[in-house]
């Protein structure tokens, strides 16, 4: 089990940027595969990107954010990242990252552990 803190929610404008992170606590960080996934006032919660464990090779994204959402990981810091760029109002939601074992999933309810959450609010 591993224990999650997002930050780096805010508001800001359509065109804007964020870096989201995600601390983990424990020892085994690099072994999980951690994602990322948002929901929106009245919406079901929604993938929006994954990256496998260790090195990070695979990683995934839902279509509405190719090209300018960025995921990655510092196993040093224990932390996973989400790099938002180009941000627009259709991407004002709360963002949850989350940690299975290994492989990257799409499915919210393959995780084991979620954190909090931060409010990302994109203004147009």
């Known amino acids: 089990q591993v224990e999650l803190v997002e930050s780096g929610g805010g508001l800001v404008q359509a065109g804007g940027s964020l870096r989201l992170s995600c601390a983990a606590s424990g020892r085994t960080f690099s072994s999980y595969a951690m994602g990322w996934f948002r929901q929106a006032p009245g919406k079901e919660r929604e993938f929006v990107s994954a990256?496998?464990?260790?090195?990070?090779?695979?990683?995934i994204y839902v279509e509405s954010v190719k090209g300018r959402f960025t995921i990655s990981r510092d196993n040093a810091k224990n932390t996973a990242y989400l790099q938002m760029n180009s941000l627009k109002p259709e991407d004002t939601a709360a963002y949850y990252c989350a940690a299975r074992h290994r492989i990257p999933s799409e499915v919210a309810a393959e995780y084991h552990d979620w954190g909090q959450g931060t409010q990302v609010t994109v203004s147009s």
């Open positions: 990256i496998s464990e260790n090195s990070g090779a695979t990683r």
